[in-house]
Nanobody
Framework: QVQLVESGGGLVQAGGSLRLSCAAS????????MGWFRQAPGKERLFVAA????????SYADSVKGRFTISRESAKNTVYLQMNSLKPEDTAVYYC?????????????????WGQGTQVTVSS
C-alpha cells in the first residue's frame, strides 16, 4: 500500500500562486509516476500534470501549460505542483495519485493510489 497526503491548498485571488505538496509513504516504488488531477463541483476529474520519478520527465494538460510546474524531491518522497497565474476556472479539489510503471498517463483509471484531495479556490 502507498499512502499519499496532499497539502497546500487554499483561497487565492486570480493571478496569484499556490504550491501543492504530496508526500508519499508506505510501499513506494522507484519505477512509478506521480500525477495531479482536479475535480470541480459537478464535473469529471481531469488530468493536470504527471512526472516520472526516474528521470523527471513531465506531462501537462494544455489548460495549465506555462502556468503550472510539477516537480519531485526524492529525499522527501514528495511531489509538488507550483501553480502560478491562477484563474477562477482553476478552482477545484486537487488530487495526487500514483501508478506503478513508467507511462505518463493522463487517465485517472491508470492510477493505483490516491490522496484525499486538497481544495483550491481562486477568486475573481
Amino acid at each position: 500500500q502507498v499512502q499519499l497526503v496532499e497539502s497546500g491548498g487554499g483561497l487565492v485571488q486570480a493571478g496569484g500562486s499556490l504550491r501543492l505538496s504530496c508526500a508519499a509513504s508506505g510501499r513506494t516504488h522507484s519505477s512509478y509516476v506521480m500525477g495531479w488531477f482536479r475535480q470541480a463541483p459537478g464535473k469529471e476529474r481531469l488530468f493536470v500534470a504527471a512526472i516520472r520519478w526516474i528521470g523527471g520527465t513531465t506531462s501537462y494538460a494544455d489548460s495549465v501549460k506555462g502556468r503550472f510546474t510539477i516537480s519531485r524531491e526524492s529525499a522527501k518522497n514528495t511531489v509538488y505542483l507550483q501553480m502560478n497565474s491562477l484563474k477562477p476556472e482553476d478552482t477545484a479539489v486537487y488530487y495526487c495519485a500514483t501508478l506503478v510503471g513508467l507511462a505518463l498517463s493522463s487517465k485517472d483509471y491508470d492510477y493505483d493510489y490516491w490522496g484525499q484531495g486538497t481544495q483550491v479556490t481562486v477568486s475573481s
